[in-house]
């Protein structure tokens, strides 16, 4: 039920590039936008700012808000970037080299000089401590308490932020990691302490201590920025909670993020898939490729039946971002989808072979592309879209914000034109053909990965840049539709607001399914749905409305992978093994008989309802024809011509529009080419409709 004396709620998305804002009057059914250039300095500082306009545009208070719901990329960047805290790792003794060694296998077999991911940990801050618990978690060996304190003393010596603990198999029995950690508090007093069995209580040593790991190295940062952020919040009178995106989609509480950091690897991402799922069910889409490219990268994700794919594992700062492997592997529940270094801040170069290479490395939003006038000087893609006529100079964010087009010829000519002999506005083509490209070619690995043909989807694009670069990329993937929810440029915004209140958790044990005990695992998710839905509560769902759903990790015998078995809720081992055959026949059409199956982890998914938002935004003011002019933009059939542009939120419900065309709002663009036509459904979304030659007909 809505709360009359505070119906605002507000979502927000900082991104490398922009923070995006959206804002739902509950009460009225209004929903209001807003865009700042993200401060990568103190990226709270945007935040309040956002806040503070889009209230003032409401004509509202930060009283009257119920709710702010924050998603962010700090943690991934942090991880990529290496700028995490000083951390130590206790670790059972003969394990201390584990991180280092990862599972003995190259990513690139024919590369000599292959790039490994280097440990979060160095070696000398690796501390092995005398315990043992075997495979079915009974204890071999007492832990040796005098070597933990051992540890500590040299943890201290060596002035760590944070430390991980992992012993083996503490996933099973988490008493001697309590212990590690009740003594490292001890002697260790203000020194933050991730145990392994706490963030990751899975099978998979590896796995399991880099994501430990990577909690301790972001904590101290995300734990000070959370708490000052929710302080400061509060001090200006915020009248609900502050929520944070997960990377499965759900919404948590501060304290569980605080905690729990390395949840929110994928946050930003997550929201963009659940803003999708919510945009296709406004359309009656069901099957699609969302596809949300902002200023620093671009993400792809497939959705079925309404719904996108969820993984249990997540691989983070890879050294070769296409390159399975190339990362640390994380046991973290995220949305399953791909993301690849494209957006509108990428810089172009000239590599030493002396072709034209976009990305991955972005300007961000400090310098920026050249055209923001901020200090960039090395073309960027969004520099690129400016030049040739897909972008306006002066209506850039509603024209909040001018775009130097002289400027960005002249850094055109300079870094990429002479060197490749060209003409800058071919270069710029140039850089506009690559990116999409560069997009297709992940998208169609991405969709061919799950034995899918991209032609038979329909495209969602949002995202600053998604819909000037959509076009092209579904022109490429041989799709037929395009579809551009209204505001498309902070739809991962709006998708903080419309996730429910979510949380998965897991309970391992490798046993034959014969051998199972059914009432240990009834036992074992009667405690994860006590304690999971205790996390719903806390986050703000109703106590009668939390959901569950159950699946288990399967296996065939002598395999050394799993797959992600739906269950019902009250199974048993006739039920399990149904459905792991038809979930296994259904991913590799193959049934195998006389082999024994094995379970490795059961899982639990709560969730609680998802919030109901308008289907529309509130436009800006304003009147007159849709139509706004003519200005020269550049397609590849046509060269640079003069091409009609329209206001968006002028355009009336069904009304036809035949490309070439460019459709402005505030925060995104939507250019077409001469094969395509646009049309406004009754939601307001840009249906792009494009023909092929009947040869080429998907």
């Not at 670069?469 to 607001?497: D, E, M, N, T």
């Not at 055959?581 to 991913?587: Q, S, V």
Request: aromatic share 6%.
């Amino acid at each position: 039920m809505t709360d009359v004396s505070r119906p605002y709620r507000i979502g927000v998305d900082v991104g490398g590039t922009f923070t995006d804002f959206v804002l739902v009057d509950d009460a009225t059914g209004r929903v209001l936008t807003g865009k700042r250039l993200t401060t990568p300095d103190d990226p709270g500082r945007a935040i309040l700012e956002g806040i503070s306009r889009i209230l003032s545009e409401a004509g509202a208070a930060i009283g009257d808000v119920r709710q702010v719901v924050h998603g962010t990329t700090l943690v991934t960047n942090t991880v990529i970037e290496r700028k995490g805290a000083r951390i130590g790792l206790v670790t059972t003794r003969g394990f201390r080299d584990s991180l280092e060694m990862g599972r003995e296998m190259r990513y690139d077999l024919y590369d000599l000089f292959l790039d490994k991911p280097e440990p979060l940990v160095p070696r000398p801050r690796r501390h092995a401590v005398t315990q043992r618990h075997d495979a079915r978690g009974r204890e071999l060996v007492p832990l040796v308490e005098a070597e933990v304190r051992d540890a500590a003393r040299a943890l201290r010596a060596d002035a760590v932020e944070a430390v991980a603990v992992c012993l083996l198999h503490s996933y099973l029995d988490a008493s001697h990691e309590r212990r590690v950690g009740a003594i490292l508090a001890e002697e260790l007093p203000g020194v933050p302490v991730t145990l392994s069995s706490d963030v990751a209580p899975e099978i998979r040593e590896y796995e399991r201590a880099n994501t430990a790991c990577v909690n301790a190295y972001v904590l101290p940062l995300m734990d000070r920025y959370l708490a000052r952020l929710e302080a400061e919040l509060q001090r200006r009178g915020l009248g609900g909670p502050l929520h944070l995106m997960l990377s499965a989609g759900g919404i948590a509480s501060v304290g569980y993020a605080r905690a729990n950091p390395v949840q929110l690897i994928e946050s930003g991402p997550a929201a963009g898939a659940t803003a999708a799922m919510h945009y296709g069910r406004i359309a009656g889409v069901s099957d699609m490729i969302s596809f949300d490219m902002g200023g620093t990268t671009a993400k792809m994700c497939l959705i079925e039946k309404g719904e996108a794919e969820h993984a249990s594992t997540f691989e983070a700062a890879r050294v070769r971002r296409f390159r399975k492997g190339s990362g640390l592997p994380l046991k973290v529940p995220v949305i399953d989808l791909i993301e690849i270094g494209a957006g509108g801040g990428s810089i172009a170069h000239v590599n030493a072979m002396g072709l034209l290479n976009v990305g991955p490395e972005s300007a961000g939003s400090v310098p920026g592309p050249v055209c923001y006038g901020r200090g960039g000087t090395r073309p960027t893609v969004t520099d690129a879209d400016l030049l040739l006529g897909y972008l306006s100079p002066e209506y850039f964010l509603g024209g909040e914000m001018a775009l130097d087009l002289a400027a960005v010829e002249g850094a055109m000519q300079e870094h990429l034109a002479q060197k490749l002999g060209m003409s800058a506005l071919e270069a710029a083509a140039g850089i506009h053909s690559i990116v999409n490209e560069n997009m297709a070619a992940a998208t169609r690995m991405y969709v061919a990965e799950k034995g899918r043909d991209p032609r038979r989807y329909a495209m969602l694009a949002f995202g600053g840049a998604g819909p000037v670069h959509a076009y092209g990329l579904a022109k490429l993937l041989k799709l037929s539709r395009v579809i551009v929810p209204q505001g498309a440029g902070v739809a991962s915004a709006l998708g903080f607001l419309v996730a429910a209140p979510a949380i998965d958790l897991v309970r391992s044990g490798v046993q034959r399914l014969t051998a199972v005990d059914w009432d240990g695992v009834a036992a074992k998710f009667s405690e994860m749905e006590a304690e999971a839905r205790a996390m719903l509560l806390d986050a703000g769902a109703a106590p009668g409305d939390v959901q569950f759903r159950r699946s288990v990790d399967m296996r065939y015998a002598g395999q050394g992978f799993d797959i992600s078995v739906p269950i019902p809720g009250a199974a048993d081992a006739a039920a399990v093994e149904a459905a792991f055959r038809e979930t296994y026949f259904g991913l590799f059409d193959r049934r195998i008989k006389g082999v024994a199956m094995e379970v490795l982890s059961w899982r639990l998914h709560a969730t609680a309802s998802r919030p109901a938002v308008p289907e529309g935004f509130t436009p800006p003011k304003g009147e007159g024809p849709a139509l706004k002019g003519h200005r020269n933009v550049w397609f590849a059939s046509t060269g640079l011509a003069p091409c009609a542009v329209y206001d968006r939120y002028r355009l009336p419900v069904g009304q036809r529009i035949a490309g070439p065309a460019v459709v402005e709002e505030r925060e995104s663009t939507v250019v077409i080419g001469p094969d395509a036509h646009i049309t406004r459904d009754v939601h307001g979304n840009l249906l792009i409709d494009i023909t092929y030659p009947e040869e080429t007909t998907p």
